[in-house]
């Protein structure tokens, strides 16, 4: 069938609606054709493959995806101390949000851009400034082996088998600008602006938030350390040798042989600059982040390393998936899964 156009007088075949479902069928029948074959290949590939090759693929696929996860979105930590009493327990299990502050870009290596950065009462996780590295490679060894056990395994332990805490996890207590006092345990904030001292609990109040603080010493137990560690250093005074390691001011133990010592030795500018801290406190620069446990009298935190950098912060504590007295307090810690505060 042909006909006459108008243009020029050629002719050309018109196409009916039987045509075009002729080669959407044809073009089906292909697709459906070569879909099988692909299965059926894949099918034979998998028969002649080897069993043990064939878990080690499958093994090697979930770790991947478990890096990839623990990485970039959430990891899962394992408490190892009471400093964070009772908001967090010895052993609970828990995720933290890796995304929200930038994730690193590898493990150790750099970090990727946010525009979410830590705030005042955020339970955060970040680096531990005392920690010494054994190399980047076995820091990264270490790291992706504690990933792909969810914390199980951890390969990075010290000379008597316990682990090396190469992270913190703690609450963000200051931010840049503030100041800080610490008597007895009893904390004091300034925040910038402000032109007068407040308790830590007044401030608290104020700003319409509140967290479990932890004491396990009284007024009466800070006397009673400060007078045994001036007992202590005279002791220490009258022997020949005298290795004194004072680098925690707000203990009252080391505050007690600190105010000896001072007083014995009034040339040393290492003491004076303990006195001076203990007096003084601490005050956080901009884009640095003040990190205190919720267990006050037993917390290795800013008062004893001073604030941290908000790059070495990796992320914030989001559940606990796992409650560590979960197998010891069976129904009581039922009520300690979900989110952290």
Known sequence: MARQTAS??????SSSPADFFDRVQLLTERYLTYRRRKIRIRKEKQKKKNVILDWVEAFLWAAGVVLLINQYLLQAYQIPSGSMIDTL?????????????GPEVLPGVGKLPSPVQPARNEIIIFKNPAYISRGP???????????????MVDIDRDEYGEPRPQFLIKRAVGVGGDRFV??????????????????????????????????????????SLETAGRTAAFTQLMTPARAVRLDYADDPFRRGRLE??????????????????????WYVPEDRIFALGDNRDNSLDGRRFGS?????VLGRALIVYWPGDFSSRRFAAFE???AIR
Do not use: C
């Open 8 to 13: 020029g007088g050629k002719s050309h075949k």
């Open 89 to 101: 327990l010895i052993g609970d299990r828990i995720f933290v949000n890796k995304v929200i502050y």
């Open 137 to 151: 490679v076995f820091d990264v060894a270490q790291r992706i082996i504690y990933m792909l056990t969810l914390s």
């Open 182 to 223: 610490s008597s007895r345990g009893n904390l004091r904030i300034r925040p910038a602006g402000e032109d007068r001292w407040f308790d830590e609990s007044e401030f608290n109040t104020l700003r319409g938030t509140s967290h479990n603080i932890v004491r396990l010493w009284s007024d009466q137990d800070y006397t």
């Open 260 to 281: 000896v010592f001072r007083g014995a030795h009034p040339h040393d500018r290492h003491y004076s600059a303990l006195s001076a801290r203990s007096r003084q406190g």
């Open 308 to 312: 941290v950098t908000r790059s070495s």
């Open 336 to 338: 300690r899964f979900g």
